[in-house]
């Protein structure tokens, strides 16, 4: 990732976490998570929570990192988990630091990450901690620096005297909504909110916000003003692929669509295929096949021109993906089989083997469950001869699934903790959490509920760590079923009323699906709390 872009990088630590977790337990975390997403609108990863208690996440808008900052502490010590006095806040020391990335995993969490940014943050949070202290800038530039380094220790004073409920009214303030609407949505009178906001720092807040910005976005523009647009155009293909990531598909296709322009400016054909097949991608996700093999069959069309064969495999393998999800299996095959004829012309052993493993699915899908395990043997086989650990897994994992279709649990459960310990070791966190939730199900499935909750609660919690909210939901659904087939009604209510107030809003379809499967429950077993659960379907 070394774009010579500069990013913000933001490292910090909760202050009073490890008390409140021994009451609030499992609903602090998703407090944090959240808190952390909502003011990581422009991360280009979301944020990571490692050690329990400490964050890290990076904006790819250095010049908003310090209000980001802002709004992360007057959440939490607006939050109901403060209590009036300081001691007592739940609050975060924050280092800010600017800068370029010199190295960012694509798979794996920030906190693989290198560089400038990195550097200017990680070990300024240990400082604080040594200088009492809870925020720190730390930029390319020593000038800003200095004059910061005042700025944080004002922020230090005014938050140490502010009450949760002045944090409150001050948050929506910086938000840009008026005192009428603060009082409205609060639920207090307009002179209350008033007094509130009065009673804080709020002019000299918004001054600091403004001349940090001010300061930032000139020094970028000093230094964007060099770039050229091939490195833009990068840039934006990995903007897109965040937001497809987390699942923000409109974003995703738009950041897509200016990466494609550029690249089609400046004549550059192989940013122009990399660009439309990763629109094809975001359209096959959002159930718009005809326009996702429209994208792909141009991305093939360029990758042919200019040569480029391991492009050329992989778009025919994601056009083999599109007519699986649309059940033209017979398609799906010949696709697939034209990418691994050319993986296996270039050498491409993982091309090979991912190829091989999706003949599976083909096959799994199709109940042809004999075949679904030969290919699936032989993708694992290469995987295992070429040291794809990640593939050998992942393998591993699906073997587990086609005996779990079968109702073989025992046999389906040995290799999802073959499937299990390889995650772990790599550090794999998505693989972990799904096969912990495959193993849940397959616990499930044999009535063996309270292990079936157990393993839940670990695929939960690493969901919500690495922010995999559509996860989460599915995890949710069965866990609240789990209960329910225990005749704990009133905990399936809690869970499944949570899930609904938490992502009723989601504008990804999945989600509202297991939103509606929520509320459907609920009212069931308000109204016949012996009925017996729906259980979740085993996902293949």
Same mark, same amino acid.
């Given at each position: 990732?070394?774009?010579? @872009? ?7 630590? +909760? ?9 609030? *337990? ?77 190295? !960012? ?13 990195? $550097? ?20 390319? @530039? ?27 009214? +001050?948050?929506? #303030?910086?938000?840009?909504? /008026? ?43 000093i230094k964007r003003h060099f770039k050229d647009k091939g490195s833009e155009a990068k840039w934006l293909l990995d903007v897109g692929k965040t937001y497809f990531e987390r699942f923000n598909y409109r974003e995703a296709l738009?950041?897509?669509e200016k990466s494609l322009k550029m690249a089609r400016e400046i004549g550059d054909r192989s940013k122009e295929a990399q660009a439309l097949h990763q629109i094809g991608m975001v359209h096959q996700l959002t159930n718009h096949?005809? =326009? ?11 990758? $042919? ?49 991912? /190829? ?10 199709t109940n042809q469950l004999e075949e679904a395990i030969e290919y699936y043997n032989k993708s694992l086989e290469i995987a295992k001869e070429i040291g794809n650990r990640n593939g050998e897994a992942t393998t591993l994992h699906?073997?587990?699934?086609? #005996? ?13 903790? %073959? ?10 966190? /998505? !693989? ?10 397959? #616990?499930?499935?044999?009535?063996? !509920? ?9 695929? !939960? ?26 005749? =704990? ?14 992502? *009723? %809003? ?14 459907? =429950? ?19």
């Amino acid at each position: 990732m070394a774009d010579g @872009w500069i990013y913000g990088v933001l490292t910090g630590d +909760l202050i009073r976490s490890t008390t409140l977790k021994k009451e609030y *337990g499992d609903e602090l975390i998703a407090f944090i998570r959240d808190t952390l997403d909502n003011a990581g609108k422009d991360n280009i990863k979301p944020y990571s929570i490692f050690r329990g208690d400490s964050f890290q996440g990076i904006t790819r808008n250095p010049e908003n990192a310090l209000e980001d900052t802002i709004f992360i502490r007057l959440a939490l010590i607006s939050s109901k988990y403060s209590r009036n006095i300081k001691e007592e806040h739940l609050d975060a020391r924050i280092a800010i630091g600017i800068g370029t990335i010199d190295y !960012l995993s694509e798979k794996y969490s920030v906190g693989e990450g290198d560089g400038e940014a990195f $550097r200017n943050s990680g070990p300024e949070l240990d400082k604080l901690k040594t200088d009492n202290k809870k925020l720190v800038i730390k930029t390319p @530039w020593d000038e800003i620096n200095e004059e910061f380094e005042i700025h944080c220790a004002f922020f230090d004073r005014s938050f140490d005297l502010i009450t949760p409920k002045q944090a409150e009214a +001050l948050f929506y #303030y910086l938000k840009g909504f /008026t005192q009428q609407e603060i009082a409205k949505k609060l639920g207090k009178s307009q002179s209350a909110i008033s007094n509130r906001i009065k009673n804080t720092d709020y002019h000299i807040i918004e001054k600091i916000i403004a001349t940090y910005k001010k300061k930032i976005q000139e020094e970028l523009n000093i230094k964007r003003h060099f770039k050229d647009k091939g490195s833009e155009a990068k840039w934006l293909l990995d903007v897109g692929k965040t937001y497809f990531e987390r699942f923000n598909y409109r974003e995703a296709l738009s950041n897509f669509e200016k990466s494609l322009k550029m690249a089609r400016e400046i004549g550059d054909r192989s940013k122009e295929a990399q660009a439309l097949h990763q629109i094809g991608m975001v359209h096959q996700l959002t159930n718009h096949f005809e =326009q996702a093999l429209e994208s792909y069959k141009k991305s093939l069309e360029i990758a $042919r021109g200019i040569g480029n064969r391991k492009m050329e495999a992989g778009t025919l393998h994601q056009i083999g993906m599109a007519h699986q999800d649309t059940n033209q299996f017979k398609e799906a095959i010949e696709y697939y089989k034209k990418s691994l004829k050319i993986a296996k012309e270039i050498g491409s052993r993982n091309g090979e083997a991912s /190829t091989l493993h999706q003949i599976g699915r083909v096959y799994q899908n199709t109940n042809q469950l004999e075949e679904a395990i030969e290919y699936y043997n032989k993708s694992l086989e290469i995987a295992k001869e070429i040291g794809n650990r990640n593939g050998e897994a992942t393998t591993l994992h699906q073997i587990g699934r086609v #005996y779990q279709l079968t109702n073989q649990f025992e046999e389906a459960i040995e290799y999802y903790n %073959k499937s299990l310990k390889i995650a772990k070791e790599i550090g794999n966190r /998505t !693989l972990e959490a799904m096969t912990l939730h495959q193993i849940g199900l397959a #616990y499930q499935n044999t009535n063996r !509920l309270e292990e079936a909750i157990e393993y839940y609660k670990k695929s !939960l919690s690493i969901k919500q760590e690495i922010g995999d909210r559509k996860g989460e939901v599915e995890i949710l659904i069965a866990t609240g079923s789990a209960h329910k087939d225990l005749n =704990q009604h009133d905990k399936a209510i809690e869970i499944f009323t949570d899930l609904i107030e938490r992502f *009723g %809003k989601s504008e990804n379809p999945e989600i509202l699906e297991s939103v509606s499967i929520a509320q459907s =429950q609920v009212s069931e077993m308000k109204k016949e709390p012996k009925t017996a659960m729906l259980k979740p379907p085993c996902r293949v």
